[in-house]
């Protein structure tokens, strides 16, 4: 069924959809964030600690913000609805469940400990927004008495504004070893975490390859696997990041394609 089926006014069909982009966006950008710390975690620990303050910082700045603007925008007009009020009393206590997940990713002292954090709030977060989409935001486009378009204008006021540069995230402090300079040039190259796409839902891959991207300091580097060559993706990354990033191929199909990003 389209959003056009559903909503009650042409306004609110393209809020729908707007809003359902927007979740998935936010959705791609963890999973990809989520994924990079993952095989951070096992290969390169300074690397997995940057990453994961910056999933923690993300989380921050994008998922709690959105989650409390939802409470107070959408909820109470969805909870007039006999519906849809028990779905928003469980929809409040899994924003305090993310909360929580984030505050243990945040206070992690392991990188395991880290990644099992991180991936219980990528379940948590999509399973989350899946009710979001699929039932609470279709039953207030179809109410009559409901504008969706409004509701969803009011939400974004309430949110830190798009125009407020991003803030760099935390760059871990290189430790000093005895009798050296402390600039790691003895150090053999941190080994690069990867990005395997194909596991992620065709959907979500671009948001999650961007997402990951911003966690990549400069001079760093991510490995991107995908099955075809990801020529569209690429646009889009030079895009977003003009000059930014430098693109390697190491793998150049049939079925799979591994490509080096790295940030200049």
């Known amino acids: 069924m389209s959003a056009l089926t559903v909503a009650s006014a042409p306004e609110d069909a393209l809020a729908l959809e707007a809003a359902e982009a927007h ?42 913000p959105y989650a409390a603007a939802k409470e107070a925008v959408l909820y109470p007009a969805a909870r007039t609805m006999p519906d849809a009020r028990l779905l928003i009393v469980s929809l409040v206590a899994e924003h305090r469940c993310l909360a929580a997940l984030v505050d243990a990713l945040r206070e992690a002292e392991a990188p395991a400990d880290a990644v099992a954090d991180a991936r219980a709030l990528q379940v948590l977060f999509e399973e989350h927004i899946a009710k979001e989409n699929g039932l609470v935001l279709p039953l207030l486009a179809m109410a009559p008495g409901v504008s969706l ?49 194909r596991a992620v839902p065709h959907p979500l891959r671009h948001a999650s390859v961007l997402g990951a991207l911003d966690a990549v300091p400069a001079g760093g580097a991510m490995v991107l696997v995908a099955p075809h060559d990801p020529l569209p993706l690429l646009a889009q990354i030079e895009d977003r990041h003009p000059g930014v990033f430098a693109v390697e191929y190491l793998e150049r199909g049939p079925e799979t394609w591994r490509l080096r990003l790295g940030h200049r």
């Not at 600690?49 to 993300?58: I, K, P, S, T």
């Not at 070893?177 to 941190?190: D, F, L, M, N, V």
């Open 149 to 197: 378009a409004a509701l969803l204008t009011r939400l974004h006021d309430r949110l830190p504004s798009v125009e407020t540069p991003r803030q760099p995230e935390p760059e871990p402090e290189t430790p000093k070893k005895a009798g050296g300079c402390g600039c790691g040039g003895a150090r053999k190259e941190a080994a690069i975490p990867e990005l395997d796409v």
């Open 23 to 64: 979740q998935a966006r936010t959705a791609g950008e963890l999973a990809g964030r989520v994924a990079l710390l993952t095989t951070a975690a096992g290969t390169d620990p300074s690397a997995a600690e940057r990453v994961r303050a910056g999933l923690a910082a993300f989380c921050d700045r994008e998922v709690l």
